[in-house]
């Protein structure tokens, strides 16, 4: 084993390196649930081991089967105590060809079949992954789709729907970071609020405590949110411009409070034109993003 340490064992900045959960939400893990049992190098600092590695990696891939974070922790001690981790699908083959069963089965609209292999995919996939490969990926080309008049409004607000609602569910403890907090809306008259629940789930796993406030929020609302949370920051998620432009004033005025970005179909000319920036990456590469440029200001 690769080490960043000493006798063998992991400092805290590698194993949040290996598992994609920050360092902030590990020290969490560790004081809330007794997950993980570090030892002590000689200069003080705390040494992670292999099979806290494996409680961490298992307590995330339960949090993305749906399983709140004390469950999680409290199912992955039972394993490690038991030794009867679940075994990870890799085979490309085989996510090819769950990813094409949930495609078809949202398309005909079967919503038992289509949990079923969300339920297979998490099994076998990070929540990154699950974003990046599958759910992302898809809810572009239904939205091509749907503007070429290959699916029905139906077929898309079903397939929209239920990939919002098992990502809601994946993120239901993304209040409980004991980092900076973020405030997650979507202005009057925006309604889609997938890629910011998504963009929510990836910053909540580094730390962040998020503050989802969903579709259609007014900005006085937004504002008064974030002051009373000491927000470091504001995402407005943009499909549709007018929207943002409508409310040009009022969301200049909130990022004179509170930093704000926009997510979605904006450019960086747009967003500065209402005092904001742009977070133009995709939402997993945008979280990233912010994470480490927070971290920089800190350092």
Known sequence: ???????????????????????????????????????RSNGGFRLYSDEDERRVRRTAQLIAGGLSAAQAASQALD????????????????????TTRLATSLDVMDGEEAHRAIDRLLSALSVDGLLQDVALPYLRELGDRWARGEVSVAQEHFASSLIRGRLLGIAR????????SVVLACVPGEAHDIGLISFGMQIGQRG?????????????AIESTARSADAALVVLAV?????????????????????????????????????????????????????????????
């Open 1 to 39: 084993m690769a080490v960043d340490g000493e006798g063998g064992y992991l400092r805290i900045g590698e194993l949040a390196r290996r598992t994609g959960v920050s360092p902030e939400l590990l020290r969490a893990w560790e004081q809330r649930y007794d997950l993980l049992r570090p030892s």
């Open 79 to 98: 394993d490690a105590r038991t030794s009867t981790p679940r075994p990870q699908e890799t085979d490309p083959r085989t996510l090819e060809a769950l």
């Open 173 to 180: 403890d993304w209040g409980a970071g004991v980092g900076p």
């Open 208 to 220: 962040w405590r998020v503050i989802f406030l969903g579709a259609d929020t007014p900005i006085d």
């Open 239 to 299: 499909t549709d411009m007018k929207h943002v432009r409508a409310q040009a004033e009022a969301i200049r005025e909130l990022a004179a409070v509170v930093p704000v970005a926009l997510g979605g179909e904006v450019t960086q000319a747009d967003a500065q034109a209402v005092g904001a920036r742009a977070l133009l990456s995709d939402p997993v590469g945008a979280a990233r993003e912010v994470a480490r440029e927070h971290r920089r200001s800190l350092a």
